[in-house]
């Protein structure tokens, strides 16, 4: 194994130091668009509970109306 010289050093310490910035700021983008799509998913998520929601209740609804109807 070679000696390296103080200059060297430090060159492999930056060229070190580059990768890992660019690791760090691919590894952030990757959690962000993964971010993005859980929360698209947990709006979709959403949309169909308030939809089920909405349908139980006018179904209530609808079958008390019907009820009253007949008495």
């Known amino acids: 194994m070679e000696a390296l010289s103080t200059e060297?050093?430090?060159?492999r310490l930056e060229m070190n130091m580059e990768k890992l910035e660019k690791k760090v700021d691919d590894g952030f983008s990757e959690t962000r668009a993964e971010f993005r799509a859980v929360r698209s998913e947990l709006g979709a998520v959403s949309q169909s509970l308030?939809?089920?929601w909405l349908t139980m209740v006018l179904g209530?609804?609808?079958?008390v109306i019907a009820?009253?109807?007949?008495?």
Do not use: E, K
Request: proline share 0%; charged share 10%; aromatic share 12%.
């Open 8 to 11: 060297q050093r430090i060159d």
């Open 50 to 52: 308030h939809a089920m």
């Open 60 to 63: 209530f609804a609808g079958i």
């Open 67 to 71: 009820m009253l109807a007949y008495l």
